[in-house]
Nanobody, 115 residues
Framework: VQLVELGGDLVQPGGSLRLSCRVS?????????MGWYRQAPGKQRDLVAA???????TYEDSVKGRFIISRDGAKNEIYLLMNSLKPEDTAVYYC?????????WSQGTQVTVSS
């Protein structure tokens, strides 16, 4: 499977960004769940949002009410809409299957929240 994350940028606190992940090599409906992970400098990589095969979504507590994960089956893509961004959201964001496939990590996309 190949994953390409797009959409990262520098944004001011309180701003919004929409990340996209292009998935190839597997249908997003053929895996149990797809998710967005993030890794801040010096920290471990954590799952922040996931959507399962039937469309149920789950979120890490710190992003609940601010982030929305969605998908487009026709394009085989998943998305992360991030609102009310905070400096602590600064990280490299990755998409992957949940639980992740270790061979499928790509370079991610950098999100920096700063004034």
């Amino acid at each position: 499977v190949q994953l390409v994350e797009l959409g990262g940028d520098l944004v001011q606190p309180g701003g919004s960004l929409r990340l996209s992940c292009r998935v190839s090599g597997v249908s997003i409906f053929d895996v149990d769940s797809m998710g967005w992970y993030r890794q801040a400098p010096g920290k471990q990589r954590d799952l922040v949002a996931a959507v399962n095969r039937i469309g149920r979504t789950t979120y890490e507590d710190s992003v609940k009410g601010r982030f929305i994960i969605s998908r487009d089956g026709a394009k085989n893509e998943i998305y992360l809409l991030m609102n009310s961004l905070k400096p602590e959201d600064t990280a490299v964001y990755y998409c992957n299957v949940v639980p992740f496939w270790s061979d499928s990590w790509s370079q991610g996309t950098q999100v920096t929240v700063s004034s």
